[in-house]
């Protein structure tokens, strides 16, 4: 994911599972441009997520 202001790629703040409403679960990510201060996020589906699977067999 890139900044929209500066268009460079943008550090991975932080990585979490989530939870919705419904009880599915997203591989949580947020990314910062610490220079422009810009914030993103982004939930993918748990069982989309190819990294995230490995993980999900504790579930
Ligand atoms: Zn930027």
Do not use: Y
Request: charged share 25%; aromatic share 6%.
């Amino acid at each position: 994911m890139n900044c929209p202001i500066c268009n460079q790629p943008m550090e991975i703040w932080q990585t979490m599972i989530t939870h919705s409403k419904e009880g599915k679960q997203f591989d949580h990510k947020r990314f910062v441009c610490k220079k422009d201060d810009v914030w993103a996020r982004l939930e993918i589906p748990l069982e989309a997520s190819p990294q995230a699977q490995q993980q999900s067999s504790q579930a």
